[in-house]
């Protein structure tokens, strides 16, 4: 088992940025990436961004490229969603998750792929 807990989300103003944090515990010794994914209200959820534990290879969703910038603390098995030039359109609830497998394999932009889930964390950005 792998526990998820976000931190880091609050209410902010259109330009300003928020840094969000997700710290695993648990099993994580074989967590193959973790992944940022939202959910606003009335839409499904979308993918964020993801980042490989082994090597740091990042995935961005066309909306957030240029910027988010996704990265991770192995020592801390954290991972971090830095947020710039935030939108009112990025209001939503940010849920980490986390790819807990033998091999890397599967889509990096698909809920699918993810074994585990944090609660999630609110980001308001008023205009």
């Known amino acids: 088992q792998v526990q998820l807990v976000e931190s880091g989300g609050g209410l902010v103003q259109a330009g300003d940025s928020l840094r969000l944090a997700c710290a695993a515990s648990?099993?994580?010794?074989?967590?193959?990436?973790m992944a940022w994914f939202r959910q606003a209200p009335g839409k499904e959820r979308e993918f964020v961004a993801a980042i490989r534990w082994s090597g740091g290879t990042t995935y961005y969703a066309d909306s957030v490229k240029g910027r988010f910038t996704i990265s991770r603390d192995n020592a801390k098995n954290t991972v971090y969603l830095q947020m710039n030039s935030l939108k009112p359109d990025d209001t939503a609830v940010y849920c980490c998750?986390?790819?807990?497998?033998?091999?890397?394999?599967?889509?990096?932009?698909?809920?699918?792929?993810?074994?585990?889930w944090g609660q999630g964390t609110q980001v308001t950005v008023s205009s």
């Open positions: 648990g099993r994580t010794f074989s967590t193959q990436r």
């Open positions: 998750a986390a790819d807990v497998a033998q091999f890397f394999a599967g889509n990096s932009y698909s809920a699918a792929t993810y074994d585990y």
